[in-house]
Structure formats: C-alpha cells, structure tokens
C-alpha cells in the first residue's frame, strides 16, 4: 500500500512565475490537506480540501489556490511568485472522520523561487 | 493564527538520557498531538492527546495534555542515535485548521 506521495521533488522557478504541485493520497483516504513549511519552521496550514471542495483555510493570500479529483488526488497552484515562497511543500491526507488528526505526511515538494 | 511555541529550541544530550520538551499555546486546544521529523521526510505522527490531565505513551515517548489544555510536554527516556530530528507540536483548532510549533531539534551523541 502507497503511502501519500507527491511530484515533483524539487523545483526552481522565477519570480513571478506560476507553479503546480501535486499530491496522491494513500489509499481509502479522501481528505487532503496542504501545508508550506519554511526552512528552520513548522508546517503552516494553507487549506484543506475534501469532496473536491476547500473545506477550511489557513492565512495564505488567493495566489494559493488548489483544487481536489474524483480520485481524491490534489494539487496546490502558486500565481505570480515570490521570493518568499521559497519553502518545502507538504501534502497530508486522512481519513474523514473524527479522528483526522491520523494525517499521513508526504514527503513533500521542496521550492525555490529565484 | 494561533501560536504554538516550543522549547528548548534544540538539545544536544548523550545517548541513554532522557529528554523532555514543552508546547504551550495562547489558547485552548482539545487535542494535542506530537510529531517527528527526519530529514527529507514528512511529520510522523508519535502521539495523540484527548483529555486534559491525559498521560499516553507510545514505547520510551510518555506525553501529557496539561491540565489548563494550553499546554503540553513529551518525555523520551533512554534515548537511542535514531530519535535524532525534529519533534513538532500541533493541534486542530476550530475545525481542521492544524497549527504547528516551531519544533524541538535534537542530536543524540553515541
């Protein structure tokens, strides 16, 4: 059984550009959450998508944005770059239910942003 | 968002010590849960806690949920080479919005 995982590894884009990051949750999970974590920091939580619908948001601006497949697959899309962006890029999925904290972490998509 | 603020920042101990960290936060969280980070990898999941007052253990890690559910604390004893990494605090807070601390680094000598 597949854990979650996540394409590509690494990427370096420039300033300004767009990018998409995508995640493949594990198997019978349908709830995929996206997470930016900064060198030297923890994981902040960007949003949370379930039923292909954003189900809750953290404090990112709508340059985030993401979108979930009837597969449950997900990706995370970045318009108009920062330098700031620059960060590793986790995907978590879980199961619905009560317990959600049971969030399997891939091994996320490291970028930077030139 | 809210914080979560961890301490120490980093550890350096010998191996067979014991270790302790903290977590505390500004507000009530319902659950704490405690990770941990190897390089090149994602969070794993040690410990979850339900209940103020809750002391769970999971091998040599032993975690309590405070009393006042503003904080939280994770022993590991006898510590061994592979506990090496980054031991984060989180929690849900109002409804599935996850927060972070800034994590415990630790190196274990041999």
């Known amino acids: 059984d597949a854990g979650v995982t996540q394409s590509p590894t690494h990427l370096i884009k420039t300033r300004g550009q767009q990018v998409t990051l995508r995640c493949s949750p594990k198997?019978?999970?349908?709830?995929v959450s996206w997470y930016q974590q900064a060198l030297g920091q923890g994981p902040q939580f960007i949003f949370q998508?379930?039923?292909?619908?954003?189900?809750q948001r953290g404090n990112f601006p709508d340059r985030f944005s993401g979108h979930q497949f009837p597969n449950y697959s997900s990706e995370l899309n970045v318009n108009a770059l920062l330098l700031g962006d620059s960060a590793l890029y986790l995907c978590?999925?879980?199961?619905?239910?009560?317990?959600?904290?049971?969030?399997?972490f891939g091994p996320g998509t490291r970028l930077l942003v030139l | 968002g809210q914080q979560l603020n961890q301490s120490p920042q980093s550890m350096f101990i010998q191996e067979g010590e014991d270790v302790s960290m903290n977590c505390t936060s500004s507000?009530?969280?319902?659950?704490w849960l405690w990770y941990k980070q190897d390089p090149g990898e994602g969070p794993v999941l040690l410990i979850a806690?339900?209940?103020?007052?809750e002391l769970t253990s999971n091998g040599r890690l032993t975690a309590q949920f405070g009393i006042t559910r503003k904080d939280s604390f994770l022993n590991i004893s006898a510590s061994i080479p592979s506990d090496v990494g980054i031991y984060f605090c989180?929690?849900?807070?109002?409804?599935?919005?996850?927060?972070f601390g800034s994590g415990t680094k630790l190196n274990v000598k041999p």
């Open positions: 978590a999925s879980s199961p619905d239910s009560p317990a959600q904290e049971t969030q399997y």
């Open positions: 198997s019978g999970h349908d709830t």
């Open positions: 998508y379930y039923e292909e619908e954003e189900r």
């Open positions: 507000s009530i969280f319902n659950t």
């Open positions: 806690l339900y209940k103020a007052g």
């Open positions: 989180a929690g849900p807070y109002n409804f599935n919005k996850f927060y």
